[in-house]
């Protein structure tokens, strides 16, 4: 690990502040990823400014009912909150799919959202990546890809994103909250993210010196119709293999309204546009999962050894809407 | 260091002989952080090392240049190939292995150079400097290839094949239902929780005193002094707390280098290895491929068997020899057949190295005999019970090596209880949703989930095996105290979890208890006592444990002479007066031959050990996702010795084979490791592993210490094909590899 | 650095701290306190959990910066030799304990579980512990203990 300067932020301008002035500086929130990444010799920041104590840590229900959740909230208490649970059940169930108690306990909203992907290239710093290293190559696409993206990957990279939250928060139209050098602005959280592409470097659209203070989801009258679903290789804290958020609005056997999210299978959180412009208006039936999901995965371009991926994200959009169908 | 007090265990009764769930004498300084593992080890003025590892799997080495790190702050020591005092080679059966590379590494994580540095971070940091010139070769990743090719490049010179043991016998190779199958077993890591450490002392008359987690402190004593170019005296080992083994500890990790350090830098020097160092300093389990025919008549009796063992032993022998042999040996399983054309191989290449795993070479096998006699129970019409129990051995049969069981071996009986047990409720809409497949992923309320029931059935060889002189050494001591005579016990066994430590107490609790011996300590294991033998296929403890009755028993005998002389004394009266009576036993266990290199006959094995089981399995057959609902075991020991340790074993031993069933497998692409972590390695959790149903058997060994068997093993064996079973039963796919994981059985 | 926090109740100062210190090594190897232990760290396997300001936490992927001025309780702040948690003892009784180096992680989760919800149902222990690696035992007799204590535990209040 190489030697850093560590400081606690006491309120946001000044960490914002601490980030701007530094090219190598870097925020840390519950450090459960990037510790582990500077660790790898991964992340190798000369400064960390430590916002984790900053005032961002409640949660709230504002009048319009949109859910307003501080960036340094923790994992487990985001998940056990009444409205969270309520409301948007697949925001709870993400959360406590995505780690252990002790995980969920540092965890915060903001680092949660700007994981880094667990692709074996990415994390080992004698290979070549050229999310980490721009131009080193991709070994990936030869070698070890069968957990890696089957949809929106490009030559450069085929990493997936690692975070189960944000593909519940993409689902919800969730807003991010930004502090920045040029003062406060918001995002869609879909916009947040960035596909790859030529330069699969920054997995975020965000300046280094942009600093998440808050997460809204607005008020879904559906919402409390909701599953986050999550396949993975063993019963409990393991990486998904494929998972999928979804909202359901049926009346009269018609899906009025839907909101669908695959985590696992793409370099961002994959809003699922496709599918859901499919199901509106359509039978709530198995047969019409089934089409809305091939509306999605048909742009799926699998590498050799996740091919796999396709069918299991179709069959676990079909069994989670059918569930919610009967919900 | 002090002993282990026997009585502070709380609420643990006196008198606690074998037979009776004694606690742990360690228990409560485990549960109070206050046990000493190697990693918790700690002097004034000590420094630590760190280890500089090849990131190539095979490569020439130009040249080393180690001024950067010399030249960083805190650095004390830089040493390589060059500084390495005495022999340049180690190894188990073929001291071959460097300690640090010399002129070419064969594996990616070959350790090539060391630094002492008075921070960890740093010793980290400077290895890192250190900069080594490669010229990449040639990497050989194919078993297959290194076996078979004759153009394959050599990883050593002696060739690629570095055993190859047949088993013949009879001459029928025709039948009326024949099957055949090609099997795959993955890489498995033991993953025990506590990474290799130890802390190198350096000693006034120029030795070294190494506290070390190992499975067997006398050879690692004798491959570490000539290294350092020191007489054995000089090298004292002492087994400091050991964080679980399972063969990992077999083969020496940090031992030379850490003493190195201690001698160059005269410190104490310090090596723990991180969760990453440590899947590339230690062997893992043999990855094996293995083509089976089965021959049987119509009505399931077997009637010949052909086999190909392939086992990818890496770079280094380890004790590649051995797996093979037991491979070999036990390559049909507990079945009697009279015609065997079993061929094992044990084939270097430039992947990690494999050795010693829980049930070494057995359990590999194991899988694809399992797996066959479910296709042959299939093409006879039977259930997998009843072909099972139509070919079984038992008392009177012979191995294939023709060696005699002339020990119980119930087979038929297990098979008859095991399938008595009642059957788990399905699970279905309305339970708890956490019990179905996806478990707290919720991913299904019983839509897809089909319930699949399956068997297995393992024999493990016990103790070392073909004609090794294999002996445990015990030192027992009663003296007096104003308590009354106490018992000191001293060996050098390595207590790695397993309980040894209970068994030797409640040994000699019995052994002595006409002395009033109630309290036991036992001395710290160490190389001041002769060999206890290697913490490994489940030998301490009839080895040890065969060491300590039969040191009590000396001391005992000496008592009654003294207590004939002087009939009017009270035991302690006894003690008191013509005390401390200490005696020192070597135990051997009956002598086992060679396995002839031809064809494989000869009586090799000590003991054999039988374990089955059936696992129930729910699969959701659309998500890929496997529910073990229950595992269910019968296993033969012999004599209990501690009811509550023994079981643990058997949990222990099926929840690894559980992991290698469904999720363990160390991912070697083109000899490079891709998931050194636990986050990329995964061994079962809690919500992986059922609930357990067992029955445990006491039908005693004659030739052994109280009748027991080794038990830590055989679990091991047969819970992994069990389970492949049941996946098979629940998806009618042939599943020839573990671990199965989700993309091999969930429907297009 | 120098850091400032309480450990198992008594204020502690630690001096010449390394920024990229963890919690865990700076509990391990400059406050006394070996009992948490360093098994993968990465969050993975549970052995160094202790509580941080009453929750429990994975003291390797806490930066030692980030405990100034807070509270940590770790196994060996549980209770000692003759003073046993209910948890602790019934571990030993019930031969939870083999190789044993997972089990101070499992007892300060179990403990944090115990504290929460009194009679805890199979399936609310194997979630609470999900996140504890055991090698050595198969977890069937860490079940039985964690049961065995919750029993005594609610007896005693």
Redesign the interface.
Known sequence: ?R????E?AEEARSAVAAVADRPDAMY?G???NL??L??LGVAEPAR?V?V?RLPYDTVGVRPDGALRIGAAV?N?DLAAHPAVRRAHPLLAQALLAG?????R??ATVGGNLLQRTRCAYFQDITKPCNKRNPGSGCPAREGDHRNLAIIGHSEACVATHPSDMAVALAALDAVVHLEGRDGPRTLPLTELYRLPGDDPRRDTVLDPADLITEVTVPALSFGGRSHYRKVRDR???AFAVVSVAAALDVAGGVVRDCRIAFGAIAPVPWRARRAEEALRGAPATEDAFAAAARAELGQARPLRDNAFKVPLARNLLVRTLTELVVA | MTGIDTR????ARSAQGIGQ?A??P????????????S??L?LDDMVWGATLRSPHPSALIRSIDVGPALAMPGVLAVLTHEDVPGDPFYGLERRHQPVLAVDRVRYQGEPVALVAAD?P?RARRAAAAIVVDYEVTEAVTDARRAAFDPACPRVHEEGNVLRHQPVRTGSVFEAPVVVSGEYEVGMQD??????ESGLAVPAEDGGVDLYIATQWLHVDRDQIAPCLGLPAEKVRLTLA??????GAREDLSMQVHACMLALRTGRPVKI?Y??EESFFGHVHRHPARMRYEHGATRDGRLVYVKAEILLDGGAYCSSSPAVVGNAASLGVGPYEVGNVAVDAYGVYTNNPPCGAMRGFGAVQACFAYESQMDLLAEACGLSPVEIRRRNAVSQGSHLITGQLIDAPAPLADMLTELESFPLPATTGTGS?L??LPGG?SQTTRGEGVRRGVGYGVGIKNICFSEGFDDYSTARVRVEATPDGPHALVHTAAAE????LVTVQAQIARTELAELGVEEVTLVPADTSVGSAGSSSASRQSYMTGGAVKTACEAVRERFRELAAGHPGLSPAELVERFGPLEETREYRHRPTRPMDPLTGQGDSHTQLALCVHRAVVDVDVELGLVKVVELAAVQDVGRVLNL??L??Q???????GLGLALMEEVQVVDGRVRNP???DYL?P???D?P??RMSILENADPAAPYGLRGAGEPPTLSSTPAIAAAVRAATGRPLPRVPIRPQDIALP | ?RLNFTVNGRATAVDDV?????LLYVL??RAG???????????????C?VY?DG????A???????A?GREVR???G?????R?DPL??A?????A????????GL?V?AH?LLERVTHPSD?E???????????????????DAVRLAAERKAAAR
């Open positions: 690990m030697p850093f300067v560590y606690r840390l519950g450090g459960t510790v582990d500077m660790r960390l430590d984790s923790r487990s780690a252990s108690g002790q995980v306990n540092m019963a409990s804290f | 502070a265990a709380e609420g769930s606690p742990r360690d228990g409560v300084l485990k549960v109070t952080g206050e046990f000493a593992y990693s918790d700690w921070h971070e033991q993953a025990f929780l506590g990474p707390g050991v964080g679980g083994a399972f723990v991180g969760r708890d956490r019990d707290v790695v979890g397993q309980g509550l340790a079981e643990g058997i949990h222990g031993g099926s929840a690894q972590s636990f986050t061994i959790t809690i919500l592993m609930p357990m | 650095m390394w920024e990229g210190e963890s391990r190897e306190l070996p009992g948490a232990k360093n098994a993968c760290e990465q969050g993975e396997c549970g052995s959990t941080l929750s429990p936490v994975c390797c992927l806490v930066a030692a910066g980030q100034e770790t196994v060996e549980l209770g000692g030799p003759g046993l602790q003892e571990f030993v009784e019930c031969g304990v083999q190789c044993g180096f997972c089990t101070p007892l989760q944090d399936a222990i194997r979630e609470a512990l999900a996140g504890n690696l055991c090698r050595c035992t198969g977890y069937e007799k860490i079940l």
